[in-house]
Each structure stands twice: as structure tokens, then as C-alpha cells.
């Protein structure tokens, strides 16, 4: 089992910037490709970034690239996602999510392949 914790949500206005934590406890965090999701009001699940369990991959959604940063750090079992230039659609309820890294890369932007998953945080972004 692993437990997931995000933090870091809260309320900005467009154009500034915040930063969402995940803390991993349980199963050790590099057994897990980490990912964070979110879903927007009325909306599906939509996958936001993906890193592999070492840190050398990461791959984003078309519509957060260039603005979000996604990273870890292994030492601390901690996940972090770095939102620059919010938008007001960005408002979301924001979650993180681990995958075992025996499973294919390629499949890192589907949520269904991944185990576990955190309570979610929200961020709103006014205009």
C-alpha cells in the first residue's frame, strides 16, 4: 500500500503561480512512476504530468506544457508540481497518483493503469 498526500492547493489569480506537494508514505516511492490528474467542475479526469520513478522522464498534456513543472524527490518520497501562468481554466481539483514502474511508460497518461491515489487538493485560479 502507499498513502498519498497532496498539498500546495489554494486560490490565485490568473497569471500567478503555485506549487502543489504529494508525500508518498508505505511502499518505497521509486517502486512508482508518479502522475498528477485533476478534474475540473463538470469535467472528466484529465491527465496533467507524468515522471518516471528515477526523474529522468516526464511528459505533459498539450494544455500545461511550458507552464507546469512536475518533479520528485526520492530522498524525501515527495512529488511536486510547479504551476506557472495559471489560468482560470486550470481550476481544478488536483491529484496525484503512483504506478508501479514494472508497467509500460506509454501508458503513464492513462489513469486507470495507476494504483493509488491521493484525496486531492484544489486549486482555483480567478480571472
Known amino acids: 500500500q502507499v498513502q498519498l498526500v497532496e498539498s500546495g492547493g489554494g486560490l490565485v489569480q490568473a497569471g500567478e503561480s503555485l506549487r502543489l506537494s504529494c508525500a508518498a508514505s508505505?511502499?518505497?516511492?521509486?517502486?512508482?512512476?508518479m502522475g498528477w490528474f485533476r478534474q475540473g467542475p463538470g469535467k472528466e479526469r484529465e491527465f496533467v504530468a507524468a515522471?518516471?520513478?528515477?526523474?529522468?522522464?516526464?511528459t505533459y498534456a498539450d494544455s500545461v506544457k511550458g507552464r507546469f513543472t512536475i518533479s520528485r524527490d526520492n530522498a524525501k518520497n515527495t512529488l511536486y508540481l510547479q504551476m506557472n501562468s495559471l489560468k482560470p481554466e486550470d481550476t481544478a481539483v488536483y491529484y496525484c497518483?503512483?504506478?508501479?514502474?514494472?508497467?509500460?511508460?506509454?501508458?503513464?497518461?492513462?489513469?486507470?493503469?495507476?494504483?493509488?491515489w491521493g484525496q486531492g487538493t484544489q486549486v482555483t485560479v480567478s480571472s
Open positions: 497518483a503512483a504506478r508501479r514502474r514494472a508497467g509500460s511508460w506509454s501508458l503513464v497518461a492513462t489513469s486507470g493503469e495507476y494504483d493509488y
Open positions: 508505505g511502499r518505497t516511492f521509486t517502486s512508482y512512476h
Open positions: 515522471i518516471s520513478w528515477y526523474g529522468t522522464t516526464t
